[in-house]
């Protein structure tokens, strides 16, 4: 039985659509071109057709959103067989990372995994048809062609066939979605801005170079191997005050609906009944990913390549872990090919250390008040992402109109 259609509505080849929407093929209603491959492929010349630089399928693939100006990302190869897009341009890429549209706002020449999009205008607004090919991106690499690496041709992307309203309508739903755009984005700066606080407030603050309230009264600074540190505080190898331990195999222990988290050096892979340490721990890996820290202060176990510590209990163990934050681990990795720390030489590092576990423990409040506002900022980040990817699937359908 055929499912009822809401009135003022009708079924069309892309489902049900308001009934004064029409649908049509993206090659009826715009030309398509697609990019060029420069040749010769690394040749150091590229100021040829007015300076432009080309843009690759890799500069799509370093972009944290759809909508960039990719300047940074330019790629200075080849001068033959270009095909230029001016700054207001809209193109989409059609290899590896298939169906993200890009608005450069700046000059460029496009690679041969984009196509650019030209004389819609009459029939779309840029960004109404922009938001249109980022809902279908999501389901676009399920349409492209298969081999090493997914990819569309101009046939296909000519053949995606896109609801139209009204452009006042048009106008309307990219406007709305472009206002949570702009909210997302506002939001993402706001992040990176408490990050670089972050960093900043955790240079001062785990050197000694600014004091807490209630701490250093009266006290100077002095003279150490690692430069000017407070008079009170003492410089310590990490092996003073941990010791690091190997993590183990999980296959005999690993359990669905475990009560314990295994870590790895990506975080949770999977759950027992056992754990390797019950006390707050700082990690690191032992190999492969040897630069991204972990804090737990409930139990765990630990994989073979992830090293895990116990702590000296007259120490803090979240100062600890943001100490290791500070540390350039790579410049530590002793191997020459997959990167590799030793427990020896973590234990060997020296730092400053306050001399009371006081100290310490209110500058990792400080800095857990800061790690909490950002986690927030990126919960909301994530709420408003979802609000929107619900927006673009019911405005772009008609399912809810704002005209």
């Known amino acids: 039985m055929e499912k009822?259609?809401?009135k003022g509505y009708k079924k069309t080849e892309v489902g049900v659509i308001p009934e004064d929407w029409v649908v049509t093929s993206l090659k009826k209603i715009s030309v398509i071109k697609r990019g060029?491959?420069?040749r010769p492929i690394n040749s150091p010349r590229w100021f040829s057709n007015q300076g432009r630089g080309w843009v690759r399928i890799s500069d799509v693939t370093k972009a944290n959103t759809y909508l960039m100006n990719v300047s940074q990302h330019l790629s200075p190869i080849g001068e033959q067989n270009s095909v230029a897009v001016e700054a207001s341009d809209l193109i989409m890429s059609?290899?590896?990372t298939v169906g993200v549209p890009?608005?450069?706002g700046i000059p460029a020449c496009i690679h041969d995994g984009f196509v650019l999009f030209k004389n819609y205008e009459q029939i779309l607004e840029k960004m109404f048809f922009f938001y249109f090919l980022k809902n279908y991106s999501s389901s676009a690499s399920s349409k492209g062609q298969s081999g090493t690496q997914k990819n569309l041709n101009t046939s296909i992307v000519g053949n995606i066939l896109i609801p139209v309203p009204q452009k006042t309508e048009q106008k309307a739903i990219a406007t709305a979605l472009s206002d949570v755009d702009n909210l997302i984005t506002s939001l993402e700066q706001l992040i990176e801005k408490k990050k670089a606080i972050k960093q900043g407030t955790m240079q001062e603050l785990l050197t000694g170079r600014r004091r807490l309230k209630g701490f250093g009264k009266g006290k100077g600074h002095k003279q150490t191997e690692l430069g000017m540190i407070p008079e009170d505080w003492e410089i310590k190898s990490f092996g003073d005050v941990l010791s690091v331990k190997h993590g183990k195999s999980q296959k005999e222990v690993e359990i669905e609906n475990g009560k314990y988290p295994i870590l790895a050096t990506g975080g949770i892979i999977g759950w027992s009944?056992?754990?390797?340490?019950?006390?707050p721990s700082v990690l690191i890996g032992r190999k492969g990913t040897i630069d991204k820290p972990q804090y737990m202060d409930t139990p765990f176990w630990t994989v073979d390549t992830l090293f895990y510590t116990e702590i000296n209990p007259s120490n803090c163990a979240k100062y600890l872990y943001y100490l290791f934050k500070l540390i350039p681990w790579y410049s530590y990795n002793e191997a020459s090919g997959v990167p590799s720390l030793n427990a020896t030489t973590i234990e060997k590092?020296?730092?400053a250390f306050p001399s009371t576990k006081r100290e310490q423990e209110v500058i990792s409040e400080a800095l857990t008040l800061i790690d909490s506002e950002i986690e927030n900022l990126e919960a909301k980040v994530d709420k408003y992402k979802?609000?929107?990817?619900?927006?673009?699937q019911n405005l772009l359908t008609g399912r809810i109109r704002l005209v």
Do not use: D, E
Request: net charge positive.
């Open 102 to 104: 890009i608005i450069l």
């Open 36 to 38: 060029a491959s420069p």
């Open 4 to 6: 009822h259609i809401p």
């Open 273 to 279: 009944n056992s754990y390797l340490a019950n006390t």
């Open 94 to 96: 059609i290899c590896a």
């Open 349 to 351: 590092i020296r730092k």
């Open 386 to 392: 979802q609000i929107k990817q619900g927006m673009m």
